[in-house]
C-alpha cells in the first residue's frame, strides 16, 4: 500500500512569514494525526483528526497554527506568522480505526524559521 | 499520560542481540505497551505492541513483566539498519485519551559493525 505523503520535504522562510504543510494519508485511515519534532526531542501531537472532525488540538499553539481536513482525506497545517521556534520536523501521521491501530507515519517537513 | 523511562543510548554489535528495557511503573490495567522506532531523517515507524503476554512479529519480540511494571524490545540480530531512537510508549485504550501516543526521548541505538 502506499504510505502517507507529504510535502514539502523541506521549507525555508523567515519569521514572521507564512507556511502550509499538505499531508495525504493512506487510503481507508480515519484518523490523522500532525505531530511536530524538534531537534533531539521526540514527537509532540499537535492535533488529531477523527474523519474531518477534531478530536484533540489542545496542544496545538492556536494563535498561529490552523489545521484542517476537509472532506476527511487530506490534510494541511499552516503557520501563520511563523516564529523562531517553529523550527521543527512536522510528521503527518494515520491510522485506521480501532484502538491498537499502528500510526503510520510520512517523513515530515523539515521547517527551518530565520 | 502514564510516563515511560528508557535509558538515553545504548550501543550494540552487529550481529548479536540487543534487550532494550522500559520501565512504567504507573502503568494501568488498559494501557497496552507501543514501540516505534525512527531510522535517521525518517517517521516513527510501528514495531510491535503488547498487553499481558509476551509478543512476537517479524521484526521483534516483546517481554513483559509479570506485573507489568517493565518491558524489554528484543532485536534477535541487530543491522546496522536498525540503527535508530527506539520508542516505548503506553497506550490508553479506554477511550478518554482518543488513544494518542505520546512520545518520550526514547533510546538511541547505535549498531558496531
Known amino acids: 500500500e502506499a504510505g502517507v505523503a507529504q510535502s514539502p520535504r523541506y521549507k525555508i522562510i523567515e519569521k514572521r512569514q507564512s507556511v502550509a504543510f499538505w499531508c495525504n494519508p493512506i487510503s481507508g485511515h480515519a484518523t490523522l494525526y500532525w505531530y511536530q519534532q524538534i531537534l533531539g526531542q521526540g514527537p509532540k501531537l499537535l492535533i488529531q483528526f477523527q474523519n474531518n472532525g477534531v478530536v484533540d488540538d489542545s496542544q496545538l499553539p492556536k494563535d498561529r497554527f490552523s489545521a484542517e481536513r476537509l472532506k476527511g482525506v487530506d490534510s494541511t497545517l499552516k503557520i501563520q506568522p511563523a516564529k523562531l521556534e517553529d523550527s521543527a520536523v512536522y510528521l503527518c501521521a494515520s491510522s485506521s480505526q480501532g484502538s491498537n491501530s499502528p500510526l503510520h507515519f510520512g517523513n515530515g517537513t523539515r521547517l527551518t524559521v530565520t | 499520560d502514564a510516563k515511560t523511562t528508557q535509558p538515553n543510548s545504548m550501543e550494540s554489535n552487529e550481529e548479536e542481540p540487543v534487550h532494550l528495557p522500559c520501565n512504567h511503573s504507573t502503568i494501568s490495567g488498559t494501557d497496552y505497551i507501543h514501540w516505534y522506532r525512527q531510522l535517521p531523517s525518517q517517521g516513527p515507524e510501528y514495531v510491535i505492541h503488547g498487553l499481558t503476554s509476551n509478543v512476537n512479529n517479524r521484526m521483534a519480540s516483546l517481554a513483559i513483566a509479570e506485573d507489568r511494571k517493565s518491558s524489554t524490545l528484543i532485536l534477535h540480530r541487530a543491522t546496522l539498519r536498525d540503527a535508530a531512537v527506539y520508542y516505548c510508549?503506553?497506550?490508553?485504550?479506554?477511550?478518554?485519551?482518543?488513544?494518542?501516543?505520546?512520545f518520550g526521548k526514547g533510546t538511541l541505538l547505535t549498531v558496531n559493525p
Open positions: 510508549i503506553l497506550r490508553d485504550v479506554s477511550g478518554g485519551s482518543n488513544y494518542k501516543l505520546t
